[in-house]
């Protein structure tokens, strides 16, 4: 049995504020130790289990967040960037039996601690076939044409009912509980770590791999906080205006539309202004 753990920050332990998760910053320091608790303590219950591979793939910001050093030694991680998946880059190689979304978040537009879709900012809102959708959506869709469960998510509690659209299933662990974007109640390392082993190993008994879902088409619409950013979105290829901020896009597999949104989410990122956005 092998395990991919898709392995985002903000919704890891302790994690509440910007500094918490930007590379660099004294904070991001602290909270990577507390990251590296919360996907150590998967792989530890996905062993427990009976899994015998645990594959991690580092999926926040420039995906070099986690302390590799302080994993289960029986663990691997795919590190950096970039990768033709993104956050579930391993999924397409027809070996992996599960998958954990472990520190995972809301989406943009939606309550959630540093609720976000990719950007943290510059995107306000995304629609998969007009349901709002959070990452974990958008993945979910993704490792279904493999034929790969989500088997456990966590995150805030809010992170933990949005799961319940995609992955109903899954075991669920909230780390802390939703007060603002910006704030928090959370538990300890420890006591989360615990939350999580048990989960996982839990969890293990979800890892059956079913007959890959072709569910398409997939239209993506995405609403930006400013015009122009919408306008710079339709230089990629199949991306056309919508509305005065709103891009759409449709593609016939998910594994097209999530490579058109990452392109869409690229261009975005370059034709934002330090000051005016």
Known sequence: ?????????????????????????PQWERCRTMFTSDVNAAVLG???????????NEAHWTMRNLLLERLDERAEMITGRHKSLSMVEGVQHGDVDGIAFVGYHTGAGTEGVLAHTYLAN????????????????????????????????????????????????????????????YAAVCRT?????????????????????????????FTVELEFDAEHLAAAATVVPGVTACGERRVTCTSETMYEAIRAFKAVTTIVSAAVEEQYG
């Open 1 to 25: 049995m092998k395990i991919l753990v898709s392995a985002d920050m903000e919704g890891a332990t302790g994690v509440t504020w910007p500094a918490d998760v930007l590379p660099g910053t």
């Open 46 to 56: 996905f062993f427990d289990g009976g899994a015998d591979e645990v594959l991690i």
């Open 122 to 181: 510059s995107i306000t809102g995304v629609w998969l076939n007009g349901v709002r959708a959070s990452e974990g959506m958008l993945n979910a869709h993704v490792v279904a044409e493999y034929g790969v469960p989500v088997i456990l998510v966590t995150g805030d509690d809010l992170t933990c009912e949005d799961a319940l659209q995609y992955a109903p299933e899954a075991r669920k662990v909230a780390v802390k509980d939703h007060v603002s974007r």
């Open 189 to 217: 390392p420890t006591r989360t770590a615990a939350d999580i082993r048990a989960a996982a190993k839990d969890a293990t008994a979800l890892a059956v791999r079913y007959e890959p879902v072709r569910g398409g088409p």
